[in-house]
């Protein structure tokens, strides 16, 4: 750094080669450059060998070692070259003031003050009507915008609807055949005492809203009292030792799959709400509010298993519209 | 050659001027500032592997028999989506390596995000003038959960299904408009019409990248026109950057650095199996998985969803389900919320509106480093609250203890988190400098038996002494004439 020559061209001073800013940092950089040099050669062995492996069409575990072996060797390659053979400085960049003068904001804000703000208090009436405008045309998009994109929920329970757009609504109405999801209608001797089956109402196999868990509590007979332990005002709602429930938690919808036969519980693998099926489905445990909704179910002549009616509340979770 | 193409580029674009500038441009070099580069890699990296899912996964509910080289599958009814999926990883040549590196370059994406976050707040960086960084980062950091969300939602399984049905749960969890908004995503009462699939995807493979790349834009952009902030050291101030130049050295060491992320995200890719949707099955209404576990980046709300007690309230003909809306709404709200307003919350709080360009040790920020260490315990609190089921199972204990301990566990945890916090940074910065010193003290003991301690003498060799910074250098001066009619150096005629 002896001789500083000619005066500077351009903004920043020159530096000799040998300035220790433009040093590698490597300690031995010969040595440094032929790693490099191999990292990269192996990550291009690394590049062929993935294309011979797509070639003969081996497993995806060796594209990824092929893959991964060419990037890595690659990248390791590069970083090492920048890293301990490229000047490392430590270099300086001053930072000038951020934000501009006083002169410069000045003139910027006197234009949208001054020009501006005077046009605007000129034709304060052709402002207002732009904006109205304005507002108009983000309604009028936002109607298709928003208003195409699903049909408007039912209110209430009394709106009919069906359950596509209604959070009232299910198929199930008095007489419905319960079915299996493959169509296979239920009769009153499909289950054991203890079993479980899940059942939708005949031509709505597999949907969302309708599922039910149908349970057998107990080997009852036509004379005995339709279920155990029947609850208040539902005394007629099982059959034969049979209950049947809404299969939606009421917690957040997903289906109540596990049933312990030995506590009589309904457990909700998604929250681990427990629902106590011998109490009429009242949440024992876990964040779900409701009990599951009950469906009244009877049995024909012909010992098929029928809706004895509807549901008498909305299934599923809570939402604002639900009494 | 090479001086008269970019001459001749220049003669078009005039991009010299201002070129310079930023080929001079200096960054500071720290691990830590590595963590966005991870994430601005692992996007890079999902938006390759995802046009590559995207030529063969088929947007639709539509149900068809599957008939591809999955032997346990064939025969059965499945949705397209689903059986495109199964496709991606059976019958599409490096289509599994893909799919699995999509789903990997995801959850690192998260991490690397969240764990750059933390460097940013814990070191202060954005404060003064950075404040509009942060609030873009957060941005992102939603947008990304969002479409990890949607993604892991496509291949319509058994397991991603589940959580669709409990995503428009929670909607309608929302007063007064919450059916209507789920009804208008969903074209309709879940599972909808059969639209919600082919919605998802144009949202996760166009919206919602359109946008992260826009503000991806910005966040850069600003860090170029803002200049990156430095931890305190030998020569830096607040009105400099010490480090090595964006031209050539950066830019090595990054690209360097895209590739090593790309190698690891394909290496997990290939030998660590993620989401493997052939064995969870098609997605019925009906049915559920015993093993609902959701990517990393969701389990803190499904953990707030399970601790919350069963408070709904109803009234005036009206239902308000809070044992969702607060867990699943107003809690990640806050969160998120609080994210946003933060640089603006502590310098009102701390009175402090200048810029700041030098980074803080979070121990001297005790009450910052606390609030946030307060904050990372909630999340890992409510993320571990839900996995209480498997919990209950490890220690064998009734599930029902599990949840209690943690209705206790994640409000309290915060708050003896801040303190315990709050008394270590206190602790760490008594004792500063301790950790500190490089060679040992001599003590010895006088004739009158006093004690003096001196610095023991330096060892040569251990003593570095770091150069002064300089100004990027223009030329080359180099009496090597071989060098000499290279670009940008000047032979020195001695
Ligand atoms: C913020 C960025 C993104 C995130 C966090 C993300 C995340 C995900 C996740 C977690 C999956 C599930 C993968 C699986 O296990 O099957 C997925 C699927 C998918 N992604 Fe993305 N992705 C992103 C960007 C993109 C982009 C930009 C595209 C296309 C241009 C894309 C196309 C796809 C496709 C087609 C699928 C479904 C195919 C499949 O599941 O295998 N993604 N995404
Ligand atoms: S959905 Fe059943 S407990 Fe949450």
Redesign the pocket.
């Known amino acids: 750094m002896s001789d500083k020559t000619t005066p500077l061209e351009g903004t920043l001073p020159p530096a000799t080669l040998d300035d220790p800013h433009l040093l590698p940092s490597a300690k031995n950089p010969k040595r440094m450059e032929a790693l490099a040099a191999l990292a990269m050669v192996i990550g291009m062995a690394g590049f062929v060998a993935f294309i011979y492996v797509y070639w003969v069409n081996a497993s995806n575990k060796w594209e990824a070692l092929t893959l991964g072996i060419g990037m890595l060797g690659l990248g390791v390659g590069v970083i090492a070259w920048g890293k301990y053979l490229m000047p490392q400085g430590p270099f300086v960049e001053e930072r000038h003031e951020f934000h501009s003068t006083d002169d410069e904001r000045e003139s910027f804000n006197a234009a949208i003050t001054g020009r501006g703000g005077i046009e605007v208090k000129r034709r304060k009436m052709l402002l207002g009507v732009f904006a109205l405008g304005g507002g108009v045309m983000t309604l009028a998009l936002l109607i298709p915008g928003v208003r195409s994109l699903g049909p408007k929920p039912a209110k209430s329970e009394g709106t009919q609807g069906s359950t596509e757009d209604s959070l009232f609504t299910t198929n199930w109405k008095k007489g419905a055949k319960l079915v299996t999801v493959g169509g296979r209608p239920v009769k009153v001797d499909d289950l054991d005492v203890g079993g479980v089956l899940t059942v939708f109402p005949q031509g709505h196999e597999g949907s969302s809203p309708d599922q039910v868990i149908l349970i057998r509590l107990a080997q009852l007979g036509p004379n005995d009292p339709p279920y155990p332990i029947a609850a208040p005002g539902r005394t007629e709602w099982g059959v034969q030792g049979y209950v049947a429930y809404s299969k939606l938690c009421t917690h957040l919808g997903c289906p109540v799959g596990l049933y312990q036969e030995r506590t009589q519980q309904l457990v909700c693998p998604c929250h681990q709400s427990i629902f106590n099926v011998n109490a009429g489905a009242i949440p024992q445990f876990g964040p779900a509010p409701r009990p599951l909704p009950m469906l009244p179910i009877t049995v024909d002549a012909t010992g098929q298993m029928r809706a004895n009616g509807g549901f008498d509340q909305a299934v599923g979770p809570g939402f604002w519209e639900r009494p | 050659m090479i001086d008269k193409s970019l001459n001749w580029l220049d003669d078009r674009l005039g991009f010299a001027k201002g070129g310079r500038t930023f080929l001079d441009k200096i960054f500071p070099d720290h691990w830590s500032f590595m963590l966005g580069e991870i994430a601005l890699y692992s996007?890079v990296i999902?938006?390759g592997t995802?046009?590559f899912?995207?030529l063969y996964?088929v947007p639709s509910g539509h149900e068809i028999v599957y008939h591809g080289s999955y032997v346990p599958l064939r025969g059965q009814h499945v949705s397209e989506a689903y059986a495109s999926?199964v496709g991606?990883s059976f019958d599409v040549r490096s289509g599994l390596l893909m799919?699995q590196a999509?789903?990997w370059a995801?959850d690192i994406?998260l991490g690397a995000i969240a764990v750059h976050m933390a460097r940013v707040f814990f070191t202060g960086a954005f404060r003064k003038p950075r404040e509009f960084n942060w609030i873009v980062g957060t941005l992102m950091l939603i947008l990304?959960i969002v479409?990890?969300f949607l993604?892991?939602s496509?291949?319509d399984d058994l397991v991603s299904g589940t959580g669709i049905r409990i995503a428009f749960s929670i909607i309608e969890s929302i007063p007064v408009v919450g059916s209507y908004l789920g009804f208008f995503l969903f074209g309709g009462n879940y599972p909808g019409s059969g639209i919600i699939i082919p919605r998802f995807f144009t949202i996760?493979?166009l919206i919602?990248?359109a946008i992260?790349v826009g503000l991806l834009a910005a966040h850069l952009g600003l860090l170029v026109k803002q200049k990156h902030t430095q931890f305190p050291g030998k020569g830096k101030t607040e009105h400099n950057v010490v480090g090595s130049p964006m031209f050539p050295t950066f830019i090595a060491k990054t690209t360097g650095f895209l590739f090593v992320s790309a190698a690891v995200t394909f290496l997990l890719g290939g030998f660590a199996q993620?989401?493997p949707?052939w064995q969870f099955g098609q997605y019925e209404p009906y049915q559920i998985s015993y093993a609902v576990q959701p990517?990393w980046y969701m389990g803190w709300l499904d953990g707030a969803l399970r601790i919350m007690p069963s408070w709904e309230w109803v009234g005036w003909g009206h239902t308000l389900p809070l044992e969702v809306f607060l867990p699943a709404v107003i809690f990640p709200g806050l969160i998120f919320n609080i994210l946003i307003v933060w640089p603006f919350i502590e310098s009102i709080y701390t009175k402090d509106h200048e810029y700041h360009n030098l980074l803080d040790r979070p121990r001297d920020r005790p009450k910052r480093t606390a609030a946030g260490a307060s904050m990372l315990t909630l999340l890992f609190a409510v993320f571990f609250a839900s996995s209480t089921d498997v919990m209950a199972n490890f220690f064998q204990v009734p599930l029902i203890d599990v949840l209690w301990f943690f209705r206790f566990f994640v409000p309290l945890a915060p708050i003896a988190a801040y303190f315990l916090t709050l008394k270590i940074c206190q602790e760490m910065r008594a004792a500063e400098g301790i950790g500190k010193r490089k060679h040992a003290l001599v003590v010895e003991r006088s004739t009158t038996g006093e004690y003096t301690t001196t610095a023991s003498p330096v060892r040569p060799g251990d003593e570095h002494e770091e150069l002064e910074a300089i100004p990027v250098p223009t030329f080359i001066d180099t009496t090597d004439p071989e060098l000499a009619t290279a670009a940008g150096v000047r032979r020195v005629i001695r």
């Open positions: 996007f999902l938006l995802g046009v899912l995207s996964f999926t991606l799919r999509h789903h995801a994406f990304g479409n990890g993604g892991y496509l291949p996760h493979v919602v990248p992260i993620i989401n949707i990517d």
